[in-house]
């Protein structure tokens, strides 16, 4: 089996000069939860819980011909995970991540700095493609809800479209995209007034049933795991 390279927002390590040397810890997810002892009844009653992030950490060695290079290098990433965080790590999923703080620079040699990096993240796999052009269903993957990105294309003549409830009065190709809460056409106009859409299309673990209606559909998503 083949080692997995860790990457940033797509990226290679080495690309922001730094290496993961071991130094990266997932915890577990944040849940919290309530019980309420009834009057009438011997054992408590489990409440509705609530899922949070979970912690993510990644301590990184950066390398430079100086040391200011090398601390150049962790102010550079810093400002570039504070707009975005999409960790790939050795465990072989990826995350969604906030960035939640830094820790101060500490030098290992005159040419290397280390930093380690918090994070708060949800984990998922990697993107999943689905193709449809009748009704059906598909079976999604991982144990939690995930928004789904789905493609639209009218069928020849059709002026609007229907995808399971949703209908788009237009006649031609529709973008629905759960993960960044969009509705663009293929020119990448805003087109949400054109749908009757009260909420964002998800698929739930299994089996997930798919109706067409004027359309083909190209169905996206990220597997999204405890």
């Not at 500490?106 to 689905?130: E, N, S």
């Not at 789904?148 to 629905?176: D, H, Q, Y």
């Amino acid at each position: 089996m083949s080692a997995i390279i860790p990457t940033i927002n797509g990226n290679a390590l080495s690309t922001y000069g730094a290496e993961l040397l071991d130094g990266y810890s997932v915890g577990a997810v944040e849940y919290t939860n309530g019980f309420l002892k009834p009057l009438d009844r011997a054992f408590p009653v489990k409440l509705r819980g609530k899922l949070g992030l979970r912690p993510i950490s990644m301590t990184l060695d950066f390398t430079g011909e100086t040391e200011a290079d090398a601390i150049e290098s962790i102010s550079l990433l810093t400002a570039e995970l504070m707009q975005r965080a999409e960790l790939y790590l050795p465990d072989g999923f990826y995350y969604w991540a906030a960035l939640n703080g830094v820790s101060a620079p500490q030098k290992v040699a005159p040419w290397i700095w280390q930093a380690t990096f918090d994070f708060r993240g949800v984990r998922h796999g990697a993107l999943i493609t689905h193709t449809r052009t009748v009704s059906g269903s598909i079976t999604a993957q991982g144990n939690m809800t995930t928004p789904m990105i789905v493609k639209l294309t009218p069928t020849s003549g059709a002026a609007s479209m229907v995808f399971n409830g949703i209908t788009i009065n237009l006649g031609r190709a529709v973008t629905i995209d759960g993960v960044n809460t969009t509705v663009q056409d293929a020119n990448g106009l805003n087109v949400y007034g054109y749908t009757n859409m009260t909420a964002w299309p998800k698929l739930t673990p299994g089996i997930n049933a798919i109706t067409l209606t004027g359309c083909t559909a190209e169905i996206k998503y990220y597997p999204i795991f405890l």
